[in-house]
């Protein structure tokens, strides 16, 4: 059983649509995919209607914006009520403030570069959340850089001059939220310092303490010398270990099933969570 529960589509920062997510999936040889995007369950219903043809079963999820004494980072949400009220209005403040934000870099890069806020709308499906990545698209139509990943390495980046940042609620609200929503909360990629810095490990005990389910140990944005302590760490909390691709489509090199959650570790999520897995 191959199971990928970390993926993005054109809901947000990801290029294959969620139906398209659902056939690469199934074409891949994957058995249960994790659709995940940032700060928005837009995509789950067309993932639905995909899983029968695809033959490939759906976690539904999203990757929830969040941050840990100004530390951002990412909280996967999984299975819980999408009409949940302190959700909605989280989602509603972060998709907010990525729009500010975005606005905002855009028009300090538009003091250097040739870009603005229209040719980086024009990668932003209708009602996507906005991220750094479609403001990417657009410095490479533009020929400012080659690719996605060049316009991260200087000009996207969190040190960068036309870096700004955005709204998010703090982390163990964000857990609180999912876990009060029927669902359960993972740390999603939690020693990737080329993204972030990285969280104290006390963040982990608080998480835990709010009531983290797991952490995602097995993603290619973590150190590879982390990973024993990451794998330590859950152990004496109690927390489960993830794994998944983290797949944007053609929007970053990673491919779908790179990494994998075992069947064991996803039985006991969906024991303690409020929707289901959408079976073929
Ligand atoms: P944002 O959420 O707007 O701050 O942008 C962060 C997003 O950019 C992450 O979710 C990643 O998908 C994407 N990202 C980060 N680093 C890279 C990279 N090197 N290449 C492509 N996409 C990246
Ligand atoms: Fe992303
Ligand atoms: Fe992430
Ligand atoms: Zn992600």
């Known amino acids: 059983m191959r199971i ?3 993926t993005h589509t054109t809901r947000s920062d990801g290029r294959s649509t969620p139906a ?3 056939r690469e999936a199934g074409q891949a040889g994957i058995d249960m995919i994790g659709l995940t995007d940032h700060d928005t369950v837009a995509g789950w219903d067309v993932a639905a209607r995909g899983v029968g043809a695809s033959g490939v079963a759906l976690i539904r999820g999203m990757e929830i ?5 100004g530390i951002t980072l990412h909280m996967l949400g999984y299975l819980f009520d999408p009409d949940n009220s302190a959700i909605q209005r989280h989602v509603r403040e972060v998709r907010d403030s990525r729009v500010n934000r975005a606005r905002d870099m855009v028009d300090r890069l538009s003091r250097d570069f040739p870009i603005t806020w229209a040719d980086v709308q024009r990668h932003i499906e209708p009602g ?3 991220g750094r990545p479609h403001i990417a698209d657009a410095l490479v139509e533009a020929g400012v850089v080659p690719d996605r990943g060049a316009a991260f390495t ?10 700004v940042w955005h709204q998010a609620a703090e982390a ?7 876990n009060g929503a029927g669902g359960r909360a993972v740390f999603a990629h939690p020693a990737a310092p080329h993204r972030n810095r990285i969280v104290p490990p006390e963040a982990f005990e608080e998480f835990a303490e709010a009531g983290l389910f797991g952490i995602e140990i097995d993603h290619r944005d973590n150190l590879e010398s982390a990973k024993p302590e990451l794998a330590a760490m859950a152990d004496r909390l109690g927390l489960a270990r993830f794994g998944s691709s983290d797949y944007h489509g053609l929007g970053k090199p990673n491919r779908l099933g ?15 969570c409020q929707l289901e897995v959408l079976y073929p």
């Open 4 to 6: 990928d529960p970390h």
């Open 20 to 22: 398209e997510l659902m």
């Open 65 to 69: 914006s969040a941050m840990y004494h």
């Open 128 to 130: 996507a959340t906005v």
């Open 154 to 163: 200087d000009l996207l980046r969190a040190s960068s001059p036309y870096y």
């Open 172 to 178: 163990s609200e964000a857990i609180e939220w999912i």
């Open 258 to 272: 790179e990494n994998t959650t075992s069947q064991a570790v996803i039985e006991a999520l969906t024991q303690s």
